[in-house]
């Protein structure tokens, strides 16, 4: 069936370095995205989000990249620090579902010192 | 502080038993969610509630219960008829239905065990 997933359960980064948390999509209908974070025992908290119509939107030290060709979506977090060690998921709202969204499964990023 | 509470953080149930999830939001948000969250799974939704005395099943509605009597109210009831009830369930809510540029906000999740 029709899901949000990604590709690597676990990424493992020093501190310091950039990390990229990716995640496929199959509904080509999809036309917005999210990323969130969350922390072990909290629930999600919302990091950033984009819309079909954009390849790439920036924030405070992430960036999210949408590539609508391939139907993939990645996160891009610069300067890891140990306080980013989390689950990211990734979430996809399917054009005319418009209350509903569609979670990936989740990368676990471990922050190393 | 405005936010969303869920109680009991932790939640152990008898089987057969049913049990009512607590979740309240002062964010005068119109639209609450219930979601669970099983492990190596994404989050799936069970109800969702877009306006006061109403609400509509989700994904996996089926052994779970729901009430919108007020807007800043929405429990879940877990029931004896639901198989596998053993899970971390997450509320949220949004300022309306329409999830395009309506952040849902999470509560901190009840982890609910059946014994």
């Known amino acids: 069936g029709e899901s949000v997933g990604l590709h690597l359960p676990t990424l493992s980064v020093q501190e310091g370095d950039n990390s990229i948390i990716n995640c496929a999509y199959s509904n080509s209908a999809s036309d917005y995205f999210i990323w969130y974070k969350q922390e072990s025992g909290k629930g999600p908290q919302f990091i950033i989000d984009?819309?079909?119509?954009?390849d790439k939107r920036q924030g405070q030290r992430v960036t999210v990249l949408l590539n609508k060709t391939v139907k993939h979506l990645s996160l891009q977090i610069a300067a890891t620090q140990p306080g980013d060690s989390a689950v990211y998921f990734c979430a996809e709202n399917r054009a005319g579902a418009t209350n509903k969204l569609i979670f990936g499964t989740g990368t676990l990023l471990a922050v190393q010192p | 502080d405005g936010g969303i509470t869920q109680s009991p953080k932790y939640l152990f149930r008898k089987e057969g038993q049913n049990v009512t999830l607590s979740c309240e939001q002062n964010l005068n948000h119109d639209a609450m969610y219930w979601y669970r969250q099983d492990p190596g799974q994404g989050l799936r939704l069970i109800y969702y509630s877009q306006i006061v005395n109403d609400f509509q099943k989700g994904d996996i509605a089926e052994g779970y219960s729901v009430s919108r009597e007020k807007k800043e109210s929405f429990p879940l009831t877990v029931t004896s008829a639901q198989k596998n009830p053993t899970a971390f369930y997450l509320c949220?809510?949004?300022?309306?239905?329409?999830?395009?540029?309506?952040?849902?906000?999470f509560g901190p999740g009840t982890r609910l065990t059946v014994l």
């Open positions: 984009i819309r079909s119509n954009m």
């Open positions: 949220a809510s949004s300022t309306s239905g329409r999830v395009f540029l309506n952040e849902q906000f």
